[in-house]
């Protein structure tokens, strides 16, 4: 495997990343697999760890810009991390990553076509949160909080997918009144510590490639700066579209 094309393609998710926003950072596992034939759960270990480091100085930026609702953050650790640590133990006991594709290339394919979704039809899930979150009293919001806070902890750290676009929608979903800057902030201030206990246990487990991952870094750095700067005169409807479209068709080729 080629070092310097591991670089591009670090570069050329960055740009994605920075380009099209949530989402595009689901398709570096399914690229790593695909096109580099890694396997399955070192792509996602190692998946976990880049999104935890490159996901860290946007978190730091938020917070620092008060984007993050800190009460709805506490409540999503509080079922994401006990089920992040959870289901690693699980993947140890019951030899998970020693099954060929089996639990976690199934969670993979369900991650990738969730995302797919959120991705395609944002506008109506926009709308739908706004309508159903309203009818969810305030004690039932915060229990429900943890609960997806379980959900993305277990998602997650099986897939390396679903802390972007499903945890948002999600999150919208529960707590429509609350305004896009702040939903955005709060998404990635739970993803990194998220990522980075995924990342660590895979990571205790066998499955990070350090190699690659200083290659991936090396390249989404400057990849994420060109996607935001080719972003001001790319249409969105389209990016999102083949970014869902591409994301549909990786989901059902992991199922």
């Known amino acids: 495997m080629l070092f ?55 978190a730091v930026a938020h917070w620092r810009q008060g984007h993050v609702d800190r009460a709805l953050l506490r409540r999503m650790l509080l079922g994401s991390l006990p089920a992040c640590l959870g289901t690693l133990l699980a993947m140890h006991a019951l030899g998970w990553a020693r099954s060929g594709h089996g639990v976690l290339g199934t969670a993979l394919g369900v991650a990738l076509l969730l995302t797919a979704v959120m991705i395609a039809g944002r506008g109506a899930w926009s709308r739908f949160a706004l309508r159903a979150g309203r009818r969810v009293p305030a004690g039932l919001r915060d229990v429900l909080t943890v609960v997806l806070g379980a959900l993305l902890g277990v998602l997650v750290t099986l897939s390396s997918v679903g802390a972007g676009a499903i945890g948002s929608t999600l999150i919208a979903l529960l707590h429509p009144r609350l305004r896009a800057r702040r939903l955005v902030g709060t998404d990635i201030a739970h993803a990194v510590p998220l990522s980075l206990l995924a990342g660590a ?55």
Do not use: Q
């Open 201 to 255: 246990g895979h990571a205790w487990l066998g499955h990070v490639d350090l190699r690659v991952l200083a290659a991936l870094l090396l390249g989404s750095l400057p990849g994420i700066w060109l996607g935001a700067r080719a972003s001001a005169w790319l249409p969105e409807r389209v990016t999102r579209g083949l970014l869902a479209t591409v994301l549909l068709g990786a989901g059902l080729r992991m199922l």
């Open 4 to 58: 310097p094309t591991l670089v591009l393609l670090g570069l050329l998710t960055g740009a994605l990343i920075g380009a099209t926003g949530v989402g595009a950072g689901s398709l570096m596992t399914p690229m790593l697999i695909g096109v580099f034939r890694l396997p399955l759960p070192v792509a996602i270990g190692t998946d976990l760890c880049f999104a935890a480091l490159t996901k860290f100085g946007g």
